[in-house]
Nanobody, 120 residues
Framework: QVQLVESGGGLVQAGGSLRLSCVASGSIISINTMGWYRQAPGKQRELAAT???????NYADSVKGRFTISRDNAENTVYLQMNSLKPEDTAVYYCHANIIWGRWVTEDYWGQGTQVTVSS
């Protein structure tokens, strides 16, 4: 089994910064793409940023230039550095990973979500 555990959410004023972390644990063989998605109240879950195992990053237009995604392959960890936060960034942020585990099974996993609230 595999588990993703997120941390780092919280309440911050507009213009502030937060850093999210997500650690994958379990019988992991390797991890393909990792990423962060977010879901604001009353809205669908949307992509914020993804990063491949080779560190190629992709960002939603709404976060480009403000958010930076990175990963530590040795620690099975993905990070999201969020700067210049805006009230519209308020959402539950979910970690996602495409993982090869156990008997070479490939599956998508999600974290439990961490709340990010940006006050104006």
């Amino acid at each position: 089994q595999v588990q993703l555990v997120e941390s780092g959410g919280g309440l911050v004023q507009a213009g502030g910064s937060l850093r999210l972390s997500c650690v994958a644990s379990g019988s992991i063989i390797s991890i393909n793409t990792m990423g962060w998605y977010r879901q604001a109240p009353g809205k669908q879950r949307e992509l914020a940023a993804t990063i491949t195992s080779g560190a190629s990053a992709n960002y939603a237009d709404s976060v480009k230039g403000r958010f930076t995604i990175s990963r530590d392959n040795a620690e099975n960890t993905v990070y999201l550095q969020m700067n210049s936060l805006k009230p519209e960034d308020t959402a539950v942020y979910y970690c996602h990973a495409n993982i090869i585990w156990g008997r070479w099974v490939t599956e998508d996993y999600w974290g439990q979500g961490t709340q990010v609230t940006v006050s104006s």
